[in-house]
């Protein structure tokens, strides 16, 4: 199943209301790749320092946004299914 950002405005979720401009960002990215990315590539293609993304995912992590799974030497990032009301 391929996720979208429209995904979100048919759920009637307000999520630009809930999440702030980088973590809407980080989201939109992330669907846009069919709802999984690798951070690496996430960081370079948004431009941002490693530090900032790590604390963003983070707190989307927390906010159960997103699920980050270890991968070598990066992480891959998912949508959760259960905040896409799936």
């Known amino acids: 199943m391929v996720l979208r950002s429209s995904d979100f405005q048919r759920q009637g979720h307000g999520f630009l209301n809930v999440f702030g401009e980088y973590e809407h960002r980080i989201l939109e990215a992330i669907l846009r790749s069919d709802g999984v990315a690798y951070q690496d590539k ?12 790590s604390a963003l995912v983070k707190n989307l992590e927390h906010k159960h946004a997103i699920t980050k799974e ?17």
């Not at 996430?42 to 993304?53: A, I, N, Q, Y």
């Not at 991968?71 to 799936?86: D, P």
Request: positive net charge.
């Open 70 to 86: 270890r991968y070598f030497r990066t992480n891959i990032l998912k949508v959760n299914r259960e905040f896409l009301g799936k």
């Open 42 to 53: 996430l960081r370079r293609e948004l431009d941002m320092s490693k530090s900032k993304l």
